[in-house]
């Protein structure tokens, strides 16, 4: 009985501390930021130190009653990390680094890792900003990494902390952006450029590709296109889902009007080169300062081809639609000239994945040893900056992997939590070269549980695709290097003998599709020899083959143990230590400032309690 008292007043100590031995912490802007619910009642900023692994968080919410903060996952929020803080009506403040136990009760985790740096709170707002690093010690925990983070946000109206439904909500950032807009030179002279379809009625079909080609601004002299965003149609938002923009062979015939991109006219699939891409949950980006699209010289397109992808599940009526892509140029010219590279499974016809399917990874291998001849010229390195991920609903793994001379160099980008509503360029988190003669290969994951028949490669959103685009320069005349398995070779592994490829896909619907079949097909199509097709932007195809490399994870690195409470003894990684002296720029959270002041009050209470043992 006594140890239970102990413990509960040692808690209350820790938690409850006056709000005058805060210390105020970064005084600098957070560079992100983003509202995290529908009616933006909560609004978050954030930044971080790349070196230290340390990222800093504030979240602000139109509330006089607690808030947290934390990290999910894809399927459930039980066991979520969730930061909490708020301000008693006395002025004390409460701060405490938890875990989700269930639907609506939190648990304090027995390590420390968030540090508070301020918390304020007014008529309107309750304001908390700490800091934690990437990867703690502590499995309770959810790491900070290069892929989509889901991040938790909740609060309350007043000081009881309790997750309710309505106050709950979980939104997909990738919280490691390496540049920021504002980090980057704004030219002094630019102009607005839209490209967009006109009043197009969308029809009540799930999905509908529609295109249309589109000249490029008239300009006299070399200019860079430096930013773009998508500029949707107000209230269509939830049916647009991705908006490509591909650049055109100059001695292209193109079609007039606007169709089906993939339908009966196969003249609007021509143009295949990916310039700029914009999908849903994606911002405005704008290029590094010494790089940009060219315009304007005999080299460069003249027109592109609009591709619009409309998801319309609720089979709406009457919506008219004209959306596009906003470009923003100008004569201040860059040092490069940028160019896209996709890179992936080549979409259809041979592209499958089973039902009922916990995990199947799907392999796109691209060999580069022949850009030169295809390019006409010398193909520089291709110094890649950013990166763009694609698949559809089932998908949730993508990583782009570079080998040089048989051997693995790096992943050159990943994504092991995407989400589908989230697809955006992001920066690597450092350049890669890419030399000629390097080979790379993508691995997309899918988990098709909820599907009872094949999935098939494909432009609907119930189809698959799988799909990185590499943003690069110096721009060269390739537009895309995709691999594909022998599925003649595929089948037979499964037992069934096929003449063609067509055939072979039709034996596909026979296979009895359990475990065993699944794992087999996905080292059938692993295992067999990959077709790489290789295409330029004059619509120039070249084939060759090879085998899928073995890939090598990248090991997690060291935990940051913290300098309060316990760590786990589950984990057995590599441990790093915080510090014991702060530097300038940072704050010890209450909790620490106050750990020896709580052990001294202890000790007192010790000794006068144990003068009274039939009291307590």
Known sequence: ??????????????LVTPASSVTPGPTVPLRFSRFLDPSNVMYLRWDFDIKTEIITFELQVRTAGWVGLGVTNRYSNVGADLVVGGILPDGNMYFSDQHVLDDDTLEEDGSQDAKLLSLTQDVVYTTMRFSRPFRSCDLHDQDITDDTIRILAAYGLNDIVQLERDKTFVKSIFLLQMIHPDDLKAPEISYIYDL?????????????????????????????????????????????????VYACGNASSLPTGMSDCYGGDPAFSLCSQVVIGWAVGGNIYQLPDEVGYSLG??????????????????GLTGVYDSSGIRLYYTPELRRYDV????????????????????????????KTGQFEEMNGQPVPDLQVQGYMLHTHLSGRRLKAVQYRNGSQLRIICKDDAYDFNLQEV???????????????LVECDY????????????????????????????RNNISSCMGMPNIVDVVRELGQEASDTMEAMVMLNDIEWNNESIQKAEEA?????QLVIIKSVDEVVRNETGRIPIITPTPRGSCLESSGGKVESEDKLSFRTISSTPSASSSLSPSYQSSSSILLVMMILCGILSAFPGEI
């Open 447 to 474: 988990q098709t549980l909820d599907r009872t028949t094949l999935t098939f490669g494909g432009p609907s959103t119930m189809n698959e695709m799988c799909l990185i685009f590499l943003f690069y320069y110096p």
């Open 525 to 529: 199509c692993r295992d067999s020899e």
């Open 196 to 244: 967009e379809i006109t009043d197009f009625l969308i029809p009540e079909d799930d999905t509908t590709y529609i295109c249309t080609f589109l000249p490029l601004p008239i300009v006299n002299k070399k200019h860079h296109i430096y930013k773009f965003e998508g500029k949707l149609t107000p209230h269509n938002e939830t049916m647009v889902h991705h908006i490509l």
């Open 426 to 440: 992001r920066d690597v988190r450092e350049e890669t070269v890419i030399k000629m003669g390097d080979e790379l």
């Open 1 to 14: 009985m006594t140890s239970a008292f102990f413990l509960r007043l040692f808690m209350f100590l820790v």
């Open 297 to 314: 010289t005999p080299l460069d397109p003249q027109w592109i081809r609009l591709e619009v992808h409309y998801s319309n599940f609720n």
């Open 339 to 366: 160019g896209v590279l996709q890179l992936g499974f080549f979409t259809f016809p041979i592209h499958f994945i089973p039902p009922g399917a916990q995990n199947f990874s799907s392999f796109g291998l691209c």
